[in-house]
């Protein structure tokens, strides 16, 4: 695999003016395919089976494709459990850095430069037993004010929450009590054995530019 797929997770900046299902990213062909076909199966009347048949199959090829979200997946087509090996290629493939590689505990972990996403400024990659279980994007627009870091979050966790429910509240707070003035503010999405977390952050000392990340992030657990 020499090329990674988009990160369409959720919209990129440029994309307010699509609909939700411009968004949502297509469901596996094959599995729909598969599907299809059991179901026709069923059927015992051989006429009926092949109206049935056509009448999905045109509706399969002229509709968008569409499934109940059981599971994340990972974002630039990468799947639980990618070995770390796969990993390295395909990053390879798509000329992307590992900026460093750092063992926590039972895990390692790896900061990635150069995947092409609009803002994306780095993807921190988790490893569990050598096997994928969490992929970070983290997101900074320099010249954005924090209005437009708001109304961007609002944006992305209004899209989740139509996805996949009603996120929970983690996080949201402010630290005032040293130089520099924190915010923190955080959502989850349980969705069958994944979760998904969305990050604000910002750190502001005087007289120094603040800075400010979105972080989406996918676990496996």
Same mark, same amino acid.
């Given at each position: 695999?020499?090329?990674?797929?988009?990160?369409?997770?959720?919209?990129?900046p440029g994309a307010e003016g699509?609909?939700?299902?411009?968004?949502?990213?297509?469901?596996?062909?094959?599995?729909?395919?598969?599907?299809?076909? &059991?179901? !026709?199966?069923?059927?015992?009347?051989?006429?009926?089976?092949?109206?049935?048949?056509?009448?999905? !199959?045109?509706?399969?090829l002229c509709t968008? $494709?569409? $499934?109940?979200?059981?599971?994340?997946?990972?974002?630039?087509?990468? =799947?639980?459990?990618?070995?770390?090996?796969?990993?390295?290629?395909?990053?390879?493939?798509?000329?992307?850095? !590992?900026?460093?590689?750092?063992?926590?505990?039972? =895990?390692?972990?790896? %900061?990635?430069?150069?995947?092409?996403?609009?803002?994306?400024?780095? %993807?921190?990659?988790?490893?569990?037993?050598?096997?994928?279980?969490?992929?970070?994007?983290?997101?900074?627009?320099?010249?954005?004010?924090?209005?437009?870091?708001?109304? =961007?979050?609002?944006? !992305?966790?209004?899209?989740?929450?139509?996805?996949?429910?009603?996120?929970?509240?983690?996080?949201?707070?402010?630290? $005032?009590?040293?130089?520099?003035?924190?915010?923190?503010?955080?959502?989850?999405?349980?969705?069958? &054995?994944?979760?998904?977390?969305?990050?604000?952050?910002?750190?502001? $000392?005087?007289?120094?530019?603040?800075?400010?990340?979105?972080?989406?992030?996918?676990?496996?657990?």
């Open positions: 695999m020499t090329a990674l797929g988009s990160a369409r997770n959720f919209p990129s699509k609909t939700l299902n411009e968004l949502q990213m297509q469901a596996n062909d094959t599995d729909i395919a598969g599907r299809l076909f &059991t179901c !026709i199966a069923a059927w015992n009347r051989p006429i009926i089976r092949r109206l049935v048949l056509g009448t999905l !199959i045109a509706c399969f968008p $494709h569409a $499934h109940a979200a059981d599971e994340l997946v990972p974002p630039f087509g990468f =799947r639980w459990n990618d070995s770390m090996a796969r990993v390295e290629a395909v990053l390879h493939g798509a000329k992307a850095k !590992i900026a460093s590689r750092e063992k926590k505990e039972n =895990r390692e972990v790896w %900061t990635v430069e150069g995947l092409i996403h609009p803002g994306l400024k780095r %993807t921190v990659f988790t490893f569990k037993e050598r096997a994928l279980v969490a992929v970070e994007l983290q997101y900074e627009y320099p010249d954005w004010s924090i209005e437009r870091y708001n109304q =961007r979050m609002g944006e !992305i966790r209004k899209y989740f929450d139509e996805k996949y429910g009603t996120g929970k509240l983690v996080s949201r707070g402010n630290d $005032h009590n040293t130089d520099v003035i924190q915010t923190l503010v955080g959502y989850q999405w349980m969705v069958g &054995t994944t979760m998904l977390e969305l990050f604000y952050f910002s750190a502001q $000392h005087d007289p120094f530019p603040p800075f400010r990340v979105i972080s989406v992030d996918y676990k496996a657990l």
